[in-house]
T-cell receptor
Framework: EAGVAQSPRYKIIEKRQSVAFWCNPISGHATLYWYQQILGQGPKLLIQFQNNGVVDDSQLPKDRFSAERLKGVDSTLKIQPAKLEDSAVYLC???????????????FGPGTRLTVT | DAKTTQPPSMDCAEGRAANLPCNHSTISGNEYVYWYRQIHSQGPQYIIHGLKNNETNEMASLIITEDRKSSTLILPHATLRDTAVYYCIVRVPNDYKLSFGAGTTVTVRA
C-alpha cells in the first residue's frame, strides 16, 4: 500500500512570497489533515477535511493560509504572504472513515520543510 | 482532551527494554491512550492504542494502570532504529484530532 505523498520536500522562500504544498493521501482515505510542526514542538493541526468538506479549521490562520481538497482526494495548502514565523515542517496525514478498520490511525507523509528568509 | 505529561528525554541501551511513562491524570472514561513516534525527518507513525486493558502488537506493549491515570509504553528490545520522539496522546474515538505535546526524545545507544 502506497503511503501519503507530499511535495515538495523542501522549499525556501523570502518573506511576503507565496508557497503551495501538495498532498496525495492513501487511496480510499476519506479524511485528510494538515499539520504544522515548528522545530522542537509536536505537530499542530491546521485543518481537517472529510472528503472535500472542512471539518475543523479553527487553528488555520485564515488571513494568510488556505487549503482545498476539491475532488475529495488530493489537497493543496497555500501560504500567501509568508512570514518568518511560518518556517516549519508541514505534514499531511490521512485516515479512513470512522467505523472502518484502522479508522483511528492517522498515516503521515514525510512533510515539507519550509524555510522563510 | 485530557493533557499528558511525559519526560522530555531518556536514554536506552540497545537490546534492552525501553519503558516510556506517560501521566494523564485527567483522562475521562471514554478517552483512549494513543502512542505515536516520529523518527528524524519523517512524519509521526502510529504505534499502539488502548482504553483500559493492556495491549500488545508487533511494535510495542501498552500498560495502562487500573485507575487509568498513567500508562507505560514498552519497547521490548530497543534497537538503534527506535531512536525517535515518542508522543503519548489521549482522545475520544469519534474525535479525529490528535493533540501532540512535546513528547519524549528517546535515544537508543549501542
Amino acid at each position: 500500500e502506497a503511503g501519503v505523498a507530499q511535495s515538495p520536500r523542501y522549499k525556501i522562500i523570502e518573506k511576503r512570497q507565496s508557497v503551495a504544498f501538495w498532498c496525495n493521501p492513501i487511496s480510499g482515505h476519506a479524511t485528510l489533515y494538515w499539520y504544522q510542526q515548528i522545530l522542537g514542538q509536536g505537530p499542530k493541526l491546521l485543518i481537517q477535511f472529510q472528503n472535500n468538506g472542512v471539518v475543523d479549521d479553527s487553528q488555520l490562520p485564515k488571513d494568510r493560509f488556505s487549503a482545498e481538497r476539491l475532488k475529495g482526494v488530493d489537497s493543496t495548502l497555500k501560504i500567501q504572504p509568508a512570514k518568518l514565523e511560518d518556517s516549519a515542517v508541514y505534514l499531511c496525514a490521512s485516515s479512513a472513515t470512522l467505523g472502518e478498520r484502522d479508522s483511528y490511525e492517522q498515516y503521515f507523509g514525510p512533510g515539507t520543510r519550509l524555510t522563510v528568509t | 482532551d485530557a493533557k499528558t505529561t511525559q519526560p522530555p528525554s531518556m536514554d536506552c541501551a540497545e537490546g534492552r527494554a525501553a519503558n516510556l511513562p506517560c501521566n494523564h491524570s485527567t483522562i475521562s472514561g471514554n478517552e483512549y491512550v494513543y502512542w505515536y513516534r516520529q523518527i528524524h525527518s519523517q512524519g509521526p507513525q502510529y504505534i499502539i492504542h488502548g482504553l483500559k486493558n493492556n495491549e500488545t502488537n508487533e511494535m510495542a506493549s501498552l500498560i495502562i494502570t487500573e485507575d487509568r491515570k498513567s500508562s507505560t509504553l514498552i519497547l521490548p528490545h530497543a534497537t538503534l532504529r527506535d531512536t525517535a520522539v515518542y508522543y503519548c496522546i489521549v482522545r475520544v474515538p469519534n474525535d479525529y484530532k490528535l493533540s501532540f505535546g512535546a513528547g519524549t526524545t528517546v535515544t537508543v545507544r549501542a
